[in-house]
């Protein structure tokens, strides 16, 4: 099941830039162990997480300095996805270079369980 999350940007994405979103979990994330995920906008990690745009939500982000729009991106975690809290971050490139967002810790993504995949 496909969730929503809102990333508030100071301009549009334009054509070739991208947008990563990264996803920690645990006190030492590893790729391998699935706890460490980088999902590019559009695509699919490894471990089969999925990040697409969702044009199907307009609504902006309030409350966010500096930041006048928001790109909304429907994020699917993979049924064998470990449970926890996940700290979730932002990474853009451009033809300037890449940003890493900053973790916050009012972005943490609590995975419980997949109810719809036994």
């Known amino acids: ?3 929503h999350v809102g990333v508030a940007l100071p ?6 830039e991208g947008l990563c979103l990264e996803l920690t979990l645990g006190p030492n994330p590893q790729v391998a162990k ?13 471990t089969g997480w ?3 745009l969702d044009e199907g939500v307009a609504e902006p982000l309030v409350g966010v ?8 991106v429907g994020l699917t975690a993979p049924p064998t996805a470990p449970i926890g809290r996940y700290r979730l971050s ?3 490139r451009t033809e300037a270079g890449e940003f890493a967002a900053p973790f916050e810790a009012d972005n943490e993504v609590v995975l419980l369980f997949n109810p719809w995949c036994e």
């Open 34 to 46: 699935g706890t460490h995920v980088l999902v590019a906008l559009g695509g699919s990690s490894p």
């Open 1 to 3: 099941q496909r969730f």
């Open 11 to 16: 301009r549009p994405l334009q054509e070739g």
């Open 50 to 52: 999925k990040a697409e």
């Open 65 to 72: 300095a500096g930041c006048d729009h928001t790109l909304w």
């Open 90 to 92: 932002a990474r853009t």
